[in-house]
């Protein structure tokens, strides 16, 4: 089977891949020429546990190879971003996916199958990409088939969850349902789920605005536990001991392209009767604010004037920045006049982050940890001798208590008050 895969990117090139490695025929194809390039010369360009493993025995076996071009293929998936739109609800933005939908259009076949695992709103694939294919003549579900077939993967895991999580297949017939679980089957060992398109979208946007509106119950404990200086960690974790309980931890702010987008992608579609996914999101879109907030109520009690900030991804172990809080809150501090700040994340290469941990702390007087790397996660105190003050304000939950270390967490922000001023 010959395979055509429209978007390289943290979905895109891993599908790609894994059919590849299944022994199927498959082009890649992004419009980027520095990722062609790059695939090309054996190279991945994002951060994922085997990854580049995967791809050089795809490229060596002869069954991968990356172009900018699309061309007569079996199979066409398309996996290209569906950013939000700039418009009161934050819409989707179908711009990237309607491209590639007519890119693969003219060498379109009887007895081909396309599928969309962009993530997309309720009823995108019947009410808009369903006309532009029999548009061109075909009837769908008789001459090719039309599938929606979301992705449910987590970075850091995603070669090890394409294989064995269940998979929807979201057909918009019958025979498209079919086509589209026997094209997953090659490779995918979890359940293979029958739905329609718009069962399908909707269901993926489902499962991350659950947790998006779980984060935001988490985080306004967070604030009810400033507010009223009871320990909301504490809290959290006596709570989730009852059977029934399970409350998500509060954090920076949500990010990446599925938590801080997806909701939106519902509440846009259907405003009137989502306030409560509306509010959540708002929630959350305040934590970066309200992180600034603390840090200049520690830094003042400290009399602080220099920042390391630890993580700019959006979650630990990933060179993700997309929709990161942590970049946001970079960006809010940088506005703040006094501060100096010093940013160290040994997953993103940028120029303004700094190399080397042990440069990033010296004459700091907080450390500002907001991504949970695990190489955050092992930070001694002997590896803090350089800072002004060994005051760390820890928005995730990942230091251990010491007592040589000023430790604030989102479960104890009251005790800022009760913080000495300045380092002696």
Request: charged residues 25%; contains cysteine; aromatic residues 6%.
């Amino acid at each position: 089977m010959k395979i055509v895969t429209i978007g390289l990117g943290y979905i895109g090139l891993p599908t790609a891949i894994m059919f590849a490695n299944y022994g199927q025929q498959v082009i890649g194809v992004d419009v980027q020429l520095e990722v062609v390039n790059s695939l090309q010369e054996g190279q991945v360009h994002i951060e994922e546990p085997g990854l580049q493993e995967a791809l050089t025995r795809a490229i060596t076996s002869g069954n991968f190879k990356a172009q900018t071009q699309v061309e007569q293929a079996d199979v066409f998936i398309v996996a290209v971003p569906t950013p939000n739109k700039e418009d009161r609800y934050k819409s989707c933005d179908l711009m990237y996916v309607i491209s590639a939908v007519n890119s693969l259009i003219p060498y379109l076949e009887k007895g081909n199958t396309v599928i969309v695992e962009s993530t997309i709103a309720p009823r995108t694939t019947e009410d808009i990409i369903l006309p532009l294919i029999e548009e061109a003549g075909f009837k769908v579900g008789e001459d090719l088939f039309l599938v929606h077939c979301p992705e449910r993967v987590l970075p850091g895991e995603i070669l090890q969850e394409l294989r064995y999580n269940n998979r929807i297949i979201g057909g918009v017939t019958e025979a498209c349902t079919k086509s589209g679980k026997e094209i997953y089957g090659i490779f995918v060992k979890g359940e293979l789920i029958s739905s329609s398109a718009s069962a399908a979208e909707l269901s993926k946007l489902m499962e991350n605005t659950y947790r998006d509106v779980n984060i935001a119950l988490a985080n306004e404990l967070a604030k009810i536990g400033d507010a009223l200086a009871i320990d909301s960690l504490e809290v959290i974790e006596m709570a989730n001991k009852h059977p029934r309980v399970n409350i998500h931890s509060p954090g920076p702010g949500v990010g990446g392209h599925c938590l801080a987008v997806d909701p939106y992608f519902i509440s846009s579609m259907a405003p009137t009767v989502t306030p409560l996914i509306q509010q959540a999101r708002e929630i959350n879109s305040t934590m970066p604010a309200f992180i600034v907030e603390k840090v200049e109520e520690l830094m003042e009690k400290i009399d602080g004037k220099k920042i390391t900030v630890l993580g700019v991804t959006y979650k630990g172990n990933v060179d993700d920045i997309r929709e990161s809080p942590a970049l946001e809150i970079v960006d809010l501090l940088k506005e703040k006049r006094g501060y100096e700040l010093s940013i160290f994340d040994p997953h993103v290469e940028k120029e303004w982050i700094e190399k080397e941990f042990k440069q990033s702390v010296v004459d700091s007087d907080l450390l500002l940890v907001l991504t949970d790397h695990d190489e955050f996660k092992t930070i001694d105190v002997d590896q803090l001798t350089l800072m002004r003050q060994k005051v760390v304000f820890d928005t995730k939950n990942i230091f251990e208590k010491k007592p040589e270390i000023k430790l604030i967490s989102l479960g104890n922000l009251s005790s800022i008050k009760g913080l000495n001023m300045g380092a002696k």
